[in-house]
């Protein structure tokens, strides 16, 4: 009886005499259905603020540019928690709302072709700090000239005094510090306006 044929060793493949596998695709030679795309997403809008001493050295907004392309420009101010808003009417004219922490109506100014340099409206009062404190803060609103050149506000009270460069659209401006003031100055290099600060809660363009 004839045994069954046995492989020959010496012709056995062997682990090396087997090819060796395909390096793996390079990542940039991937398919393209495969890429992962990814878009950059624009960094959210920051909020307008009001210039404070301790934060802002210039204006936050000027000229009529800001409200032609955005009708609106609102913000809370920090120091006060009141409300500022600027809105362009179908005129074509600006005004500048400002609104206590209950909603209601607390300044109303409107822009003007006239070279008006003036205080319209100025507010004092104190507001409690989350650990319990309270701070006082100051707030001014009024009209600046363009053609009078740059606009500063400084509230004082006896020896103190802050100076800022307000925020400024279409004309309208708008200051807002932390501390104990009496009143509040605006002036440029050719005019200058004063007006006493008021208890918060008063409205001195009624």
């Keep these: 009886m004839s045994q ?8 056995a493949p062997r682990a090396r005499d087997w090819p060796a596998p395909a390096p793996p695709a390079h990542p940039q030679h991937r398919s393209p259905a495969r890429r992962r795309i990814t878009t950059a997403r624009p960094a959210p809008e920051q909020p307008i603020t009001a210039a404070s001493p301790a934060a ?10 800001a409200t032609a392309a955005r009708p609106q420009i609102s913000a809370r101010l920090p120091v006060s928690g009141w409300q500022i808003r600027w ?16 909603g209601n109506l607390t300044g109303l100014v409107a822009s003007t072709r ?5 205080v319209d409206g100025a507010w004092r009062g104190t507001r409690r700090r989350a650990d319990g404190s309270r701070q006082r803060w100051a707030l001014a609103i009024g009209h600046a000239s363009t053609t009078d050149g740059p606009l500063t506000v400084t509230f004082t009270r006896r020896a103190s005094r802050t100076t800022i460069h307000p925020a400024t659209v279409d004309g309208l401006w ?33």
């Design 4 to 11: 069954p044929a046995r492989p020959d060793p010496a012709r």
């Design 114 to 118: 006239l070279p008006i340099t003036s």
């Design 56 to 65: 802002a050295t210039g204006p936050m907004a000027t000229g009529s540019a």
């Design 174 to 206: 708008v200051a807002a510090v932390t501390g104990h003031y009496t009143a509040a100055r605006c002036h440029t290099p050719a005019a200058a306006s004063a007006r006493q600060l008021m208890p918060a809660g008063s409205r001195p363009w009624c």
């Design 87 to 102: 809105r362009l009417q179908p005129d074509g004219r600006t005004v500048l709302e400002v609104t206590d922490q209950a």
